[in-house]
Nanobody, 124 residues
Framework: QLQLVESGGGLVQPGGSLRLACEAY????????IGWFRQAPGKEREGLSA????????RYADSAKGRFTISRDNAKNIVYLLMSSLKPEDTAVYHC?????????????????WGQGTQVTVSS
């Protein structure tokens, strides 16, 4: 069964950095594109970034451009989201997701498989 597990969340001060990881179980991550999303309380799930199966194509939402970097290591079955210059408004549960295909976009409704999420809290 296809399973995604996120890790790396936590409490960080404004201006700090975190690296989130999305690990795949039950399937070969290199066969799928991956998207990162977040959802804050009372808000709609927001697409942040996506990476193609081989990593040669990436997309970023305006809220992520210049601060977040998506990457993947298919040999380790992991996709990363490096987040820097974090702000209190980045506080949310962060999810990775995937869908069959070569590459994917930033609309959550396009994705079929989701991880449970990891909490990121940006606060002093």
């Amino acid at each position: 069964q296809l399973q995604l597990v996120e890790s790396g969340g936590g409490l960080v001060q404004p201006g700090g950095s975190l690296r989130l990881a999305c690990e795949a179980y039950g399937f070969t991550l290199g066969d799928y594109p991956i998207g990162w999303f977040r959802q804050a309380p009372g808000k709609e799930r927001e697409g942040l970034s996506a990476i193609s199966r081989t990593g040669d194509s990436t997309r970023y939402a305006d809220s992520a451009k210049g601060r977040f970097t998506i990457s993947r290591d298919n040999a380790k079955n992991i996709v990363y989201l490096l987040m820097s210059s974090l702000k209190p408004e980045d506080t949310a549960v962060y999810h990775c997701a995937t869908v069959r295909g070569y590459e994917s976009g930033l609309h959550f409704w396009d994705y079929d498989y989701w991880g449970q999420g990891t909490q990121v809290t940006v606060s002093s």
